[in-house]
Each structure stands twice: as C-alpha cells, then as structure tokens.
C-alpha cells in the first residue's frame, strides 16, 4: 500500500503521508489535515 500522495506531498505536516501523518489534530482523525479538508468538499 501506497501511502505517499502526490497531491498532497506539498503538505508541510504530512508531506504526503496523509495516512501516517502524526500531527496532533491528525493523529486522532486517522488523515492529515490537508485531505480532510479535501474530501469535505468533495461531498458538497
Ligand atoms: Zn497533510
Ligand atoms: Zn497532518
């Protein structure tokens, strides 16, 4: 699996690893930040 994402390898807390990102608010979400806020607005 895969866990580097080039679309978010911009990201200064993930870096990509948007699965493994170990920020504080990211650690309890399961996702980094930067694709949290992408799949919201994917739903609208
Ligand atoms: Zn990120
Ligand atoms: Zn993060």
Known sequence: MM?????YKDCPCCKGFVL????AIC??????Y????DL???QN
């Open 3 to 7: 866990d580097l994402f080039e679309k």
């Open 20 to 23: 493994n990102c170990e920020g």
């Open 34 to 37: 930067c694709i949290q806020k």
């Open 40 to 42: 919201q607005d994917r």
């Open 27 to 32: 650690d309890k979400l399961g996702l980094c």
